[in-house]
C-alpha cells in the first residue's frame, strides 16, 4: 500500500470513529445505524486482536534476538577460556620443563643374544631403576632434599621413546632445552669375561664394569652407585658412612668439600667430621662447616657433637644453643627435614639440661624424643642416655629400667659404627649406675670391658675412650685405692678435657693432696666457666677439708650455673647442718628434692636436719623414703643411728 493510500485509511477510520460516537450520542438509532456500530465494534475488535498478535510477535523476536546475543557472547567468552587454557597449559609445560631436575633412564642398547632371553633394553634399565631406588630409600638423611644442588627427589623413571613425535617427546624435547633434566644411557655387549656394562650420566664420564653373564645383577649394583655418587654425592656419602664404608664417604667428602659448589660445600663439611682419624681434624672440619653456614641446625648440632668427644663442655653447650636458635628460626629449620629437626631441637634441649645438671629436665627431654617419630636410631640412642641421665639424679631404678638389656660395650660397638642417630654427650649408663652406688670395683669391671670391646682400637673411636671412658676408668681406679693405675691412665688424657681435669683433681683428693685437687678444680672453672661441675667438685673438697664458708661459695656458684643441679643444693644443705643450722639445711634439701626425688642421701641427710630442728613426725617420713632406695654401706650406718624414728 502506498503512503498516500495509508493516509486517507488512517483518515478514514478517524472519520468512522467520530461518527459512530457521534451516532452513539444521538438516539434513538435506526436499523442501519445499529448494524453500522455492529459492524464498526467488530473493526475495533479486529484490530485489537491483530495488535496483541503482532505484539506477541514482537515480544518473541526480541526474546530469540537477545537469546542469541546471549549464545554469540558464550561462545566468544568460551573461546577466549579456551585460549586463555592453552596459554596457561603452555606456560606451565615451560615452567615445569625449566625446573625439572628429575633423573631419566633410557632404554640401554643390549646383544641380540639377551634380549631374545627376555632382558630387553627396557628390563636392563629397569633394573637400574630398580637398584637406584633401593639406594635413595636406604639412605636417611637429616638434610631437606630441596637443599641439594641438582636435587633427584625421588622422580627417577624409564624413558621409552616413542616412534613419532608425542606430547611426552614434545616435553622431553622441552625438558633438553630449558630444564636440568639428568639423561643416563647405557649398553651392555659382549666381552671376553662375557659381558662389560656401561653407563653414562649426562654431562659425566662413563663408568664401566665387565663381569660374566650371571654377574648382571652385581654389576647393576656397581653402576647404581656410580651413578648415585656423580648425581647425588652428599647422599651417596650418607649411605656409604650408614653401611661403615668409611674410607669411601671420605674420599667422597673430600673431592666433595673441596671441588663440589658452593652450595654443597657446608654440608660436605659438616658430615666429612666423622670420617676424621683424630678429634682436632673433627673439630676443624665442623667448624668450617659452621663457618661457610652459620645458622645450619645440623652444621651447630654437629659440631656440639665433636665438642663433646674432645671434652669441651663449655662448646658443647654453646652450639647447642646455637643449634635451638636456628630450629626458631623459620629459614633456617627448613635446611633440615622436618622430622629430623624435631628430633635435633629436642636433643639440643637435652643437650643444654645436661650441661647445666638439669638431670629432670634432660629425662623429659629424653621423653618427647621417644614420643616423637624415630629417626634413623634416635629412639634407642635416646634411651641409653635416659638410663645416663637417671644414674645421674642418683635414681639408680629408673636408669635400669631405662637400660633394660643394654652393657656398656654394646652400646659403644654399635655407636662406634657410626651408624643412626648419635647422642651428643655419648657416656656410660651402667658405669654411672655403679658410681651412684659407690660401687667402684663394678665400675672399673665395667670400663675395662670398654676399652677391649670390638672396635676400641679403630682411629676415629680413640677419642671417645680418651676423652670418656680413660678418665672414668681413672676414677674408679682411684675410688678402689690404685692410685698408681688411676694416674697411669688420666696421663693418657689431654688437658683441655673438661670431664679429665675433674677426674685429675678427684684423684688428687682421693690421694689426699688437696692443694693439687683444688688447683685441678680451679683450671676446670676457667676451662668451662659455664658449667657447674667443677664448682660443685670444689665445693665436695672443701666440705671434706672443713672449709664451709668456702664450701657454700663453690655450692652458691655451681648454683648459679646449674639451678636445676641437685648435687650442689644437697651438699649445700649438709654445710648448713655443719655449721649448726638445720633449719636452713631443710630449705636446702626440699629444693634438691625437685630435681633428685628419689636420692636416697638426700632424705636422709633431709631426715636428719628434720630432727635436729625438733621435728621428728616429718624426719620419720624422710628417713623412711632413704630406706627404701638405694643407700651406700656407710649410708645405711647413719640411717641406723636413727632407728628410733
Not at 530469540?64 to 577466549?80: C, H, P, S
Request: some cysteine.
Amino acid at each position: 500500500m502506498a503512503d498516500g493510500e495509508r493516509e486517507i485509511t488512517s483518515m478514514g477510520t478517524n472519520a468512522s470513529d467520530t461518527m459512530a460516537a457521534q451516532l452513539a450520542m444521538n438516539a434513538p438509532h435506526s436499523p442501519a445505524t445499529d448494524a453500522y456500530l455492529e459492524k464498526h465494534g467488530r473493526l475495533l475488535d479486529l484490530q485489537i486482536e491483530n495488535l496483541q498478535k503482532q505484539d506477541e510477535f514482537e515480544t518473541s523476536h526480541l526474546r530469540w534476538r537477545r537469546f542469541g546475543d546471549q549464545m554469540r557472547g558464550t561462545g566468544q567468552m568460551m573461546l577466549v577460556a579456551i585460549g586463555a587454557l592453552f596459554v596457561i597449559a603452555i606456560g606451565a609445560a615451560v615452567w615445569a620443563a625449566a625446573h625439572d631436575d628429575s633423573l631419566v633412564i633410557e632404554a640401554f642398547n643390549v646383544p641380540p643374544d639377551m634380549a631374545q632371553r627376555g632382558l630387553t633394553g627396557d628390563v636392563v634399565s629397569s633394573l637400574l631403576l630398580d637398584r637406584l631406588t633401593y639406594l635413595q630409600a636406604s639412605t636417611d638423611s637429616l638434610r631437606a632434599p630441596s637443599t641439594y644442588a641438582g636435587s633427584l627427589g625421588n622422580d627417577i623413571k624409564v624413558i621409552i621413546p616413542d616412534t613419532g613425535i608425542s606430547i611426552g617427546e614434545a616435553y622431553r624435547y622441552l625438558t633438553g632445552w630449558l630444564g636440568h633434566q639428568t639423561s643416563i644411557s647405557g649398553e651392555v655387549y659382549r666381552s671376553t669375561k662375557g659381558i662389560m656394562l656401561v653407563v653414562r650420566t649426562s654431562g659425566k664420564p662413563a663408568a664401566s664394569f665387565e663381569g660374566s653373564d650371571n654377574q648382571l645383577n652385581a654389576l647393576m649394583a656397581k653402576a647404581a652407585e656410580a651413578v648415585f655418587s656423580q648425581t647425588q654425592a652428599y647422599r651417596y656419602a650418607v649411605y656409604l658412612l650408614g653401611h661403615a664404608r668409611i674410607r669411601e664417604a671420605d674420599a667422597v667428602l673430600r673431592n666433595l668439600a673441596l671441588n663440589g659448589p658452593a652450595s654443597e660445600k657446608p654440608w660436605a663439611y659438616t658430615l666429612w667430621m666423622y670420617t676424621a682419624t683424630d678429634g682436632a681434624t673433627a673439630i676443624s672440619r665442623a667448624h668450617t662447616a659452621v663457618k661457610l653456614a652459620p645458622g645450619n641446625m645440623l652444621a651447630e648440632m654437629n659440631t656440639s657433637q665433636v665438642e663433646a668427644w674432645a671434652g669441651h663442655d663449655e662448646q658443647i653447650l654453646s652450639y647447642a644453643f646455637a643449634a635451638k636458635a636456628a630450629f626458631t628460626n623459620g629459614s633456617d629449620r627448613r635446611q633440615i627435614r622436618e622430622e629430623a629437626a624435631q628430633a635435633l631441637a629436642v636433643q639440643a634441649d637435652q643437650t643444654v639440661a645436661e650441661e647445666t645438671g638439669d638431670f629432670t629436665g634432660a629425662i623429659v627431654q629424653g621423653q618427647i624424643q621417644q614420643d616423637l617419630p624415630d629417626f634413623n636410631g634416635s629412639h634407642w640412642a635416646g634411651k641409653y642416655l635416659l638410663a645416663v641421665d637417671a644414674a645421674a639424679m642418683h635414681d639408680v631404678a629408673a636408669s635400669r629400667r631405662y637400660l633394660a638389656g643394654y652393657k656398656d660395650a654394646e652400646l659403644f660397638y654399635r655407636s662406634s659404627l657410626g651408624q643412626g642417630w648419635n647422642q651428643t654427650n655419648f657416656d656410660f649408663p651402667q658405669y654411672r649406675q655403679a658410681a651412684a652406688l659407690t660401687d667402684w670395683p663394678a665400675a672399673r669391671a665395667d670400663m675395662l670391658r670398654v676399652i677391649s670391646a670390638p672396635g676400641a682400637s679403630a682411629p676415629q673411636n680413640y677419642a671417645s675412650l680418651k676423652n670418656v671412658a680413660w678418665p672414668l676408668l681413672a676414677l674408679a681406679d682411684a675410688k678402689t685405692g690404685d692410685i698408681v693405675a688411676a694416674r697411669a691412665h688420666i696421663a693418657k688424657t689431654p688437658l683441655d678435657c673438661y670431664l679429665c681435669l675433674r677426674v685429675r683433681g678427684q684423684i688428687a683428693q682421693t690421694a689426699r693432696d688437696w692443694a693439687g685437687a683444688a688447683a685441678w678444680f680451679g683450671r676446670a672453672t676457667k676451662l668451662a666457666p659455664s658449667i657447674p661441675f667443677a664448682y660443685a667438685d670444689w665445693g665436695a673438697l672443701l666440705l671434706a677439708r672443713g672449709d664451709m664458708l668456702g664450701a657454700i661459695n663453690k655450692f652458691t656458684a655451681a648454683h648459679q650455673k646449674g639451678p636445676h643441679f641437685a648435687d650442689p643444693l644437697e651438699m649445700w644443705g649438709e654445710a648448713l647442718m655443719l655449721q649448726n643450722r638445720s633449719d636452713l639445711a631443710v630449705a636446702k634439701f626440699a629444693e634438691a628434692n625437685k630435681y633428685a626425688p628419689s636420692w636416697g642421701r638426700l632424705h636422709l641427710k633431709w631426715g636428719e636436719a628434720l630432727h635436729y630442728a625438733g621435728k621428728d613426725a616429718d624426719a620419720k617420713k624422710h628417713l623412711a623414703i632413704a630406706t627404701s632406695g638405694f643407700l651406700t654401706d656407710a649410708e645405711k650406718s647413719e640411717r641406723a643411728r636413727f632407728a628410733h624414728l
